[in-house]
């Protein structure tokens, strides 16, 4: 896309350099976004996707630090926003999928799942905050998940992450509201990524027995949902759940 709905605007990925997180990378930048890739751990996909988006006429940088970590968040968006004066667009999409049945599920997978789904988007929308709500507009867009809404066995921690997510994001979106800050939450369906690749045939098609749509969604489904919603069209939206799932939970 052209049109630069987006144009001067510093945007923040998380999860930026693979899968949804790519996508969305691509989508803001072609809009005419600066995009910050962050990762913690892909190094050469965040680089690679730079190159890729510079190589389209966009603008993007890379930026490790883990979600997570309440201290690295806070240090590094504090840097971005000294640099380049103001964060316009947060998208909280990095995440985790710990699945074990519930008896089976160790403290650990549990704590890490919460801190990196929950307790990372937290942590980001709180570092940039005070400069939205400084500059009276912004936006915060967190990545749930239908898991979060329908719940699924064997992903007790993986759906308790995603549905706080929403309360999250319903919150965010009342307080913030009177200084022009959106909040919303996209629940992604069943998305062709390298996570769903490796669930074998016969998992795809019950999978695909419950999509109205008949398909597995892509990656920039997800995409064009985000950039809707970070750009002027979606300014009179907040505190709203954006499926987009092919119709598997209505």
């Not at 969604?217 to 919603?229: N, R």
Request: proline letters at 1%.
């Amino acid at each position: 896309m052209s049109d630069k709905l987006l144009n001067g605007q510093v945007a923040v990925v998380t999860g930026g350099g693979r899968g949804i997180g790519k996508a969305v990378s691509l989508e803001l930048a072609a809009h005419g976004a600066h995009v910050v890739i962050n990762y913690s751990r892909s190094a050469d996909a965040a680089e690679a996707l730079k190159k890729e988006i510079e190589a389209a006429g966009g603008s993007a940088e890379t930026s490790a630090f883990d979600v997570s970590d309440s201290a690295q968040v806070d240090e590094v968006l504090k840097a971005l926003i000294k640099t380049h004066g103001k964060i316009d667009i947060l998208v909280n999409n990095a995440g985790i999928a710990l699945d074990n049945l519930l008896v089976r599920t160790k403290d650990e997978e549990w704590e890490r799942t919460i801190a990196v789904n929950l307790s990372g988007s937290f942590y980001c929308a709180r570092a940039v905050a005070k400069t939205m709500m400084k500059a009276r507009s912004g936006r915060i867009i967190n990545i749930s998940s239908v898991i979060g809404e329908s719940g699924n066995a064997g992903q007790a921690a993986y759906a308790s992450s995603k549905a706080a997510l929403i309360g999250l994001s319903k919150s965010l979106a009342k307080e913030l509201a009177s200084r022009g800050v959106t909040v919303n939450a996209i629940t992604p369906g069943y998305i062709e990524t390298d996570m769903t690749s490796d669930l074998g045939e016969g998992a795809t098609e019950g999978i695909l027995a419950g999509i109205p749509l008949g398909r597995l969604g892509k990656s920039e489904d997800i995409a064009a949902a985000v950039a809707f919603l970070a750009s002027p069209h979606a300014s009179y939206i907040t505190g709203q759940v954006l499926g987009v799932n092919g119709g598997m939970y209505m």
